[in-house]
């Protein structure tokens, strides 16, 4: 069984973390450097014959459309991670249902194929907004994988399934993947625990879901996580700030150990979704 690898596009400056003093209306003068970040991405799993999953926001795909060109080119999966990085819990149904709908046709016509997975920024689905799964069933949206059974101050459902789940409203539900350790989810499915966890950590807890769990385990990461020049937003908390900066540098050597020592592809391969298959 091969793992899932999956990449949240999007660039440095509009993580949920920045929210607060960087306005999305200025996005568009900020430098950016998300297209030589999934680049180096995007080379190290041509390096390895790995192909993967890209949750693309819907404003990179607009303003750099080449990086949807290099995703699909390359073969990789391309899904939907929404237009605006907008928090799902922040939205109201209306919102969240132009959200991802405009980013899914948007993706499609750029690609010329389905999109059929959506993940939501920040993991923000909740006990109270059980409605997304009806709104990206609307869109015609085949699986998500936006849900985080964990406790986390910013996101998470604790005591959500650990593993893929059928929703009323046809959209299945693959949560990001963890570990019970006495009484307790641990989340082990890469970003900010990624560049935390010693190496040998992550590798265990992989190796030890593999044995133990029959499901593919989901991998994470940002292609700003590769990035150790990116500039420093200043006023920022100092959670956010350790967060956000921790282990940068680390992040390239771990994930070449990762390809190397572990099998993936994409999310619809290791969880059986045919995009031919699927109607748009
Ligand atoms: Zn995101």
């Known amino acids: 069984m091969k793992n899932a690898m999956t990449i949240d596009v999007e660039d440095y400056f ?39 999953t890209f949750f693309t926001l819907g404003w990179v795909a607009r303003r750099f459309p080449q990086i949807i060109e290099k995703i699909v080119k390359q073969g990789h999966e391309l899904a939907s991670h929404g237009t605006m990085h907008r928090r799902a819990s922040d939205l109201t149904r209306d919102e969240f249902q132009a ?64 593993f893929r789940y059928h929703t009323l409203s046809g959209v299945d539900e693959i949560p990001l993947s963890t570990l019970p350790i006495v009484g307790k989810n641990i989340p082990i499915s890469g970003g900010g625990y990624f560049r935390l966890y010693p190496y040998v950590l992550t590798k265990w807890a992989i190796s030890h879901f593999g044995q133990k769990e029959n499901a593919p385990y ?33 992040v390239e050597g771990r994930l070449t150990a990762l390809l190397n020592d572990f099998e993936w592809t994409s999310m619809a391969e290791s969880y059986g979704y045919d995009q031919k298959e699927s109607e748009r």
Request: aromatic content about 12%.
């Open 14 to 52: 509009q993580v949920s973390a920045f929210e607060k003093v960087i306005n999305p209306q200025d996005w568009g003068s900020i430098a950016s450097r998300v297209e030589e970040n999934t680049d180096r991405v995007l080379q190290l799993f041509a390096d390895h014959n790995t192909t993967a």
């Open 218 to 250: 989901v991998f994470y990461l940002h292609p700003w996580e590769l990035d150790v020049e990116q500039p420093r937003i200043q006023n920022i908390s100092k959670k956010s700030r350790f967060r956000h900066y921790l282990n940068l540098s680390r």
């Open 99 to 162: 959200d991802v709908g405009d980013a899914k046709r948007l993706l499609e016509d750029l690609s010329g194929g389905p999109i059929l997975g959506y993940r939501a920024p920040s993991f923000s689905f909740t006990r109270q907004n059980e409605w997304v799964y009806e709104v990206l069933a609307e869109e015609k949206y085949r699986y998500s994988s936006s849900v985080y059974p964990v406790v986390h101050d910013h996101y998470g459902i604790p005591d959500a399934p650990r």
